[in-house]
């Protein structure tokens, strides 16, 4: 049996399994309290990105609404910042803890942090990789092919170098994340710890999800290992 068939798989996985629904659920328990309290600045999501990227000169990095629970993202082709409507509308801290997170990326791109620009070229091998590594395993599973396996366990190596490139450039839009809100006063010294748990909360998720692909990954080349053994042992 192979992936979501095996019994071994869940196995492998266990740890990351535990590890993304605590972060999920986490994420909800702090960002529930964050949003319910106002800043002492008062300001929005959509006006705590514009406050920052105005800041550093970034006036060309549009603002906009996207539609999704969560959904924010910068996206650096088109130097455009999306926040779902309620970071974009929302007057709290746990609106204006992600909007910072997401402006802090933006700031990456201005700036030519390295890890970001890693990130966004491994993007789309990472999206080939992701889609088309488990065919090809179980292709080469099901008509005894090493190569294909071994072809489809390089491709997924691709997803989890991105997944490991991406948890630095995550928890780095953070930091610059509550130093820049410091740096503008849109926080007190008695509402920062808020904020950080509000994106601590959210970095266990893409860490729960570096280890997903990591285990996967382990699992993937225990299986390949295990099928190369009973190849030889048929010879």
């Known amino acids: 049996m192979f992936g979501w068939f095996d019994p071994l798989y869940f196995v492998f996985l266990a740890p990351a399994l535990l590890l993304a629904a605590w972060a999920s659920w986490r994420v909800h328990q702090v960002y529930t309290e964050a949003r319910e309290i106002v800043p002492w600045s008062g300001y929005s ?4 990105a514009h406050a920052i990227l105005g800041r550093w000169g970034l006036e060309p990095v549009h603002v ?6 969560l959904s924010d993202h910068y996206d650096p082709s088109e130097k455009v910042l999306r926040l779902s409507p309620e970071v974009y509308e929302g007057r ?27 990130r966004n070229g491994i993007v789309p091998l990472a999206a080939w ?18 190569g294909l396996i071994t072809l489809g366990i390089g491709a997924f190596s691709l997803t989890v170098l991105f997944q490991l490139v991406n948890l630095p450039v995550e928890f780095d839009a953070s930091r610059r994340a509550r130093q820049v809100l410091r740096s503008l006063g849109l926080i007190t010294p008695a ?10 909360a959210a970095a ?4 729960a999800a570096t280890l997903t692909s990591v285990l996967t990954l382990v699992y993937y080349l225990f299986r390949a290992g295990t099928f190369g053994s009973y190849e030889q042992e048929e010879v």
């Open 191 to 200: 509402e920062e710890p808020v904020v950080r748990r509000v994106l601590s």
């Open 204 to 207: 266990m998720t893409y860490v």
């Open 45 to 48: 999501g959509a006006e705590t």
């Open 92 to 118: 709290s801290l746990a609106a204006l803890g992600i909007a910072a997170h997401e402006a802090g990326h933006a700031l990456q791109d201005a700036t030519g942090y390295p890890l970001l620009k890693l």
């Open 64 to 69: 906009e609404v996207t539609e999704g629970f």
């Open 129 to 146: 990789g992701g889609n088309l590594s488990w065919m090809l395993i179980a292709l080469g599973f099901a008509l005894s092919s090493m």
